[in-house]
């Protein structure tokens, strides 16, 4: 009977997880890690231990034997350094914690560089190469690198997962992958970019473009440098994460063409709202020829149109051959919906859904 | 090296398929088995086949060593029996082939019972019972017996599979099953019938109710008899669908509170058109204490509503802990669609991607 029970419920195996950045995503799934998440794992058959976390202003510690994760989060939150619960050696940088340190799965959260993709691919790749897992919430990797980033996976016997890459946690990748299995996707439109959203929803009110610019700045929404939400850049890097993924191209974000919600008046936007219709930041792709192509721009739209309805943080409709279009609705997105794609992937690598 | 490519290559083994229905969804799979259908089968493993085909008004037919299905579709499109491909001893019936037919999957097709789930229910049920896997379109036996149905083949080692009995199909069970793991659905709204939604927004455009039904009628949307689609009938199907599958509830399409759309004037449809808003036949199921409640009704919903979004044929919004609204749109939605819920079951039963 103890035998049968200890087969029916096993002892968790322990799941190591390197936390490279500890922003506000990387603090939010260490804070449900210890709640919700934590009970879901350990339902999958893990006991999930954070046992390296390196941060771009507060330090980083190793503890192979699993660092409080409560302490952690209340140093960081008091402005302190990590660095009381490091144990061994001293680690110079980020990029070395993630050469050295003892991790089964990398959990890449470090800040944004959209543009070069840099350091997340550098440091999925490091984890790869090592024969570790990595996970990331960051489209950089995606946009810059997925198909050598994949193809490195599968040499290592490992997986590379990122579904918080594009509209949070809203299963997109998993859900091509998984769920339209023998389907091919032709195409798709999408609003990606939630600033442009609220920005231009705020000026169809008549709230004058600088005041919507600096509420979605003090919301914490928009990036510091407006110009990556505002000329299309993170849509842009978005729109190549998904049309690599989910189209088999190899595109890079400066492939993307682009026009900028900058080039819209204030006229206009309060004109189509009058008329019943809205501007939003539309991202595009198609397959033409053998070729994909790709961009983003802002485009006027009927106010029934899907890429227009309320409440949500990010539209997604793919054209596809056998289904037809299919839409993908998240409603309003922040770090709790990015944590659980870190979640998911995880989970994806404990007990795999893909043969 | 031969023994090399034979291992990348096997020889796919058979898979024989028996089609209980073989209306316009069951005919629209069988040509597409003789083409992309089975392009993806092969590359699964499998050699599709059709051992048997049962129909309502053209007879049956059984053949162990594969069905013609060129001859079958042209047998039915010319008003005659299958009859002449039948192979062995008479079958008296449906309920016999089911229970006899020589087949490793039942695709159950039947015209819809939706009251009482029947006969799509019973022929389920034989099919698990004999250790064969069941997939169906029919919403019948997913709101009448699914949790008895699912304990039915586990017991057998088999697969019960529904993904088209609802919104056609559009990944919505697989969706929740394979990629929100470890999410509770708490509730969901969604529209769920579109003759009403096709009906409502050509009273919104003036045009009188008993001509917009008999577009509906016309067109092959509407059933024979409204009174399914417009009092609420279908809707209540699918929402029991719905919270059996996705909330655990147990409930039957007469626990869903219903409000028909013939309650709603011709002027209060117009009038809350001229006013920017829509009546549509709203689904919504909730858990409230323990239990789960559920309810079909015109609600009168702003333009911006995602469930009024034009260009859908269903729409769905999941409320959940873990990530919050998420929301699944269809496009146009049809034969070519519900077919497709029929593969993406077989390609589950043939690859299973839960474990």
């Known amino acids: 009977m103890a035998a049968r029970l200890a087969r029916k419920h096993p002892k968790p195996r322990p799941l190591r997880l390197a936390l490279s950045g500890f922003g506000h995503v ?13 009970v879901i794992l350990r339902r999958a058959g893990v006991e999930p231990r954070v046992t390296a976390i390196a941060t771009g202003r507060h330090g980083l510690a190793v503890d192979p034997s699993g660092l409080s994760l409560p302490r952690a989060l209340a140093l960081v939150e008091d402005g302190c350094s990590l660095s009381p619960l490091h144990q061994g050696a001293p680690i110079a940088s980020t990029r070395a914690l993630v050469a050295a340190a003892p991790y089964d799965v990398l959990v890449e959260l470090t800040p944004l560089s959209p543009l070069t993709g840099e350091p997340a691919t550098a ?20 946009a810059h690198a997925r198909r050598r980033l994949t193809a490195l996976a599968r040499r290592h016997g490992v997986r590379f997962l990122h579904e918080g890459a594009v509209m949070d946690g809203f299963p997109i990748f998993n859900l091509a992958e998984r769920c339209l299995r023998g389907v091919t996707v032709r195409g798709f439109r999408g609003v990606l970019n939630s600033t442009t959203t609220r920005i231009l929803s705020r000026m169809e009110a008549g709230v004058p473009f600088d005041v919507a610019l600096g509420e979605a700045q003090a919301a914490g929404v928009a990036e510091a440098d407006p110009a990556f939400d505002l000329d299309g850049w993170d849509a842009a890097v978005k729109t190549c994460a998904l049309a690599n993924a989910l189209m088999g191209a190899n595109l890079r974000p400066a492939d993307v063409e682009r026009a900028s919600v900058r080039d819209l008046s204030a006229e206009a936007v309060e004109a189509a709202a009058r008329e019943g219709k809205r501007w939003r930041l539309v991202a595009r792709a198609e397959r033409t020829g053998g070729r994909v192509t790709a961009r983003v721009a802002p485009e006027e739209l009927p106010l029934g149109d899907l890429l227009v309805s309320s409440g949500s943080d990010g539209v997604l409709v793919l054209d596809t051959d056998l289904m037809g279009e299919v839409g993908l609705w998240e409603g309003a997105g922040g770090v709790d919906q990015t944590a659980y794609a870190v979640l998911s992937d995880l989970l994806e690598i404990v007990a795999p859904t893909r043969r």
């Open 26 to 38: 990387g603090r939010r799934f260490a804070e449900l890690l210890g709640g919700p998440y934590g």
């Open 123 to 142: 440091h999925v790749a490091a984890a790869l190469r090592r024969g570790c897992h990595a996970v990331t919430a960051n489209k950089g990797p995606v």
